[in-house]
């Protein structure tokens, strides 16, 4: 496979992507949703509620705040923990769905089984990865936005109702440019690590740290390249973004509007039937609503697990050319041409 540019690589990801969802089938179409929305989670970091409960009371009602105290520390507690294990959960799931979405996108199938069995072992070493580098981003970025904190913090006026000066609004548009600015880095280091260290893993079999020191090196070779790549995935997805909020809500009104019509229609027809009427109003109304909320539900999943889809192959398409593992699955070479045998002369 000869190395594509982004901007080559977009044509040859759409038609991947078309033919994962054909010939098209309701049931494959929501397995692969479900599959890279599992993918998409494993991006995410889900952390426990945090915060304290303070005592404001008197003298005569300090045993009582003391006992409902304790009690909201331990639903606290017990709370967190059932956070931290769910956002453990997820984030283990998604992680190993990173694994089964790259696979299924790259051989064109969805067969979830062999390849959910074959990463396993990989799955908390990734994870594992991952944390490592956003803690590191994390302190980075943090180390950085302290000095526009402190100084936001000192130049604050110091009188109640005093207007705040103009270095006050200074202050705060850095700090705001710093915040857009760790944004932009947290999605930098979920794209690297998701497009450009996953695919060494997977289909060259590599350790964490030769994978990493891969994509590392692909980025020294093609700084440019690699850069253009980013810019264009972030153009895609406010594109991508900007249609599916237009296909969701689209499809909300097109279900909406035949569900709203008959609701309307059993209420002014049963709101004064009686008891009878009443219960067959009121369970026709759920039903009709359950009916909505499954049909958007599913458009949902199968407009997002789409582009989420399109997002993988387009990741895949761009290093395919960088990895030769990955090249020769996504455009197989052709098959050698038979040696000639020379035939042996017969004479008459």
Known sequence: M??????????????????????????????LGLVALLAEMGAQFIFPPTGHFASHS???????????????????????????LIGVCMLYFGSRMQFVLMDLVACRTTVVGPSWRRHGPKTWP????????????FLVIGAVAAWPLLHLIRSMPAKTGQPPSAIFFGNFLLLFAMVAGMVVVLMLCLWFLRDMVLP?????????RQGFTSAVDLIRREP????LYFLMKFVLTLVAAIAA????????????????????GLWILLRHAGLFGAVFLYTSLGLLGLIFLVCLMLTIVCIVGAILVFYQAYALYFVGGRL?????????????????VPQQFCPI
């Open 245 to 264: 909020e237009l296909c969701i809500v689209a499809t909300a009104f097109i279900v909406g509007i035949p569900v709203g019509l008959i609701g309307g």
């Open 58 to 84: 008197n003298s005569r009602s300090g045993a009582v705040s003391w006992s409902i105290n304790q009690h909201a520390v331990v639903a606290l507690a017990v709370v967190s923990v059932l956070f931290l």
């Open 126 to 137: 990734w994870i594992g990865l991952k944390v490592a580098t956003f803690l590191l981003a």
């Open 224 to 227: 440019g390249g690699v850069l």
């Open 2 to 31: 000869r190395i594509l540019s982004a901007a080559e690589a977009i044509t040859p990801a759409i038609e991947r992507t078309k033919s994962m969802f054909r010939p098209f089938s309701l049931r494959s179409f929501v397995k």
């Open 200 to 208: 060494f893993l997977v289909f060259e079999d590599a350790t964490m």
């Open 324 to 340: 030769a593992a990955l090249g020769d699955l996504l455009e197989p070479p052709p098959p050698p041409f038979p040696e000639a």
